[in-house]
């Protein structure tokens, strides 16, 4: 777990821009079981560079860097999901929340390793995904993030403590609807260091590591996925292509 750096994606920067595109584009253009990303987000095929439809001025993306300051890892977050949800394109919405005070929510739009970095394990994806990302996402006063996600990672995130709310088959493709608290089971924020929206932050990832709270490592308690009723829909229409 040592020499990773945590900090966030300055937009502004070509080269580190350049550099998340082609790497989020590589980490997502060979999955068979996956063919939904490619009516969701805009494919440059001619230059194999990948980015979501919400603009980078609407969100923020956590990048965890090797120490020579590659690319070893990404989480893409939609700060304004009221706006552009892009759930909605698999026919999900947050769901309505009852109580006095509404969560505040955001979305997460993609997670994804980098080529240049080690392949993740438990330890080093709940320090930078739960400890940073989710720590800062809190600290600015976000309450629950929404995601989706395929069968294949289905398992993995309801272990790491996601909660499975929603589901939908299209074309014989399913696609699973997620809820992930920002918070402790205790109510109170995740602490972690807190980046601005832009430039890095030469953040170590041994600073913010922590031992993973039993949320994290007990499934939430959730009908079997063969008992809930699925929606079968059409698939939404793809993206023309880059120019």
């Not at 995904?129 to 600015?140: D, M, Q, T, V």
């Not at 403590?161 to 608290?181: K, P």
């Not at 980046?195 to 079997?224: F, H, I, M």
């Amino acid at each position: 777990m040592t020499g990773l750096l945590h900090g966030v994606l300055d937009p502004d920067d070509v080269g580190q821009l350049s550099e998340y595109e082609r790497d989020f584009y590589r980490a997502y253009a060979g999955l068979s079981d996956n063919r939904l990303i490619r009516t969701i987000w805009d494919w440059d095929d001619r230059d194999r560079r990948l980015r979501t439809r919400i603009p980078y001025r609407s969100q923020i993306v956590y990048c965890q860097r090797t120490v020579s300051g590659r690319l070893a890892g990404a989480m893409a977050v939609s700060l304004a999901p009221e706006r552009e949800f892009q759930a909605a394109a698999f026919g999900f919405s947050p769901p309505s929340q009852g109580g006095p005070r509404q969560a505040r929510a955001c979305e997460i739009l993609n997670v994804m390793s980098g080529h240049a970095g080690p392949r993740w394990s438990v330890a080093t994806y709940t320090a930078f995904i739960r400890g940073f990302g989710y720590g800062n996402l809190a600290s600015k006063g976000f309450d629950v993030a929404y995601a989706t996600c395929t069968r294949r990672r289905l398992r993995p995130y309801l272990t790491l403590g996601a909660e499975l709310i929603d589901q939908v088959c299209i074309d014989g493709e399913e696609r699973f609807f997620l809820r992930w608290s920002l918070h402790d089971t205790d109510g109170s924020q995740r602490q972690a260091p807190g980046p601005d929206n832009r430039g890095p932050l030469p953040e170590s990832l041994s600073s913010v590591a922590r031992t993973v709270n039993r949320s994290a490592t007990t499934p939430r308690r959730t009908k079997p996925v063969t008992e809930r009723r699925v929606r079968t829909l059409q698939a939404p229409r793809p993206a023309p292509p880059s120019a």
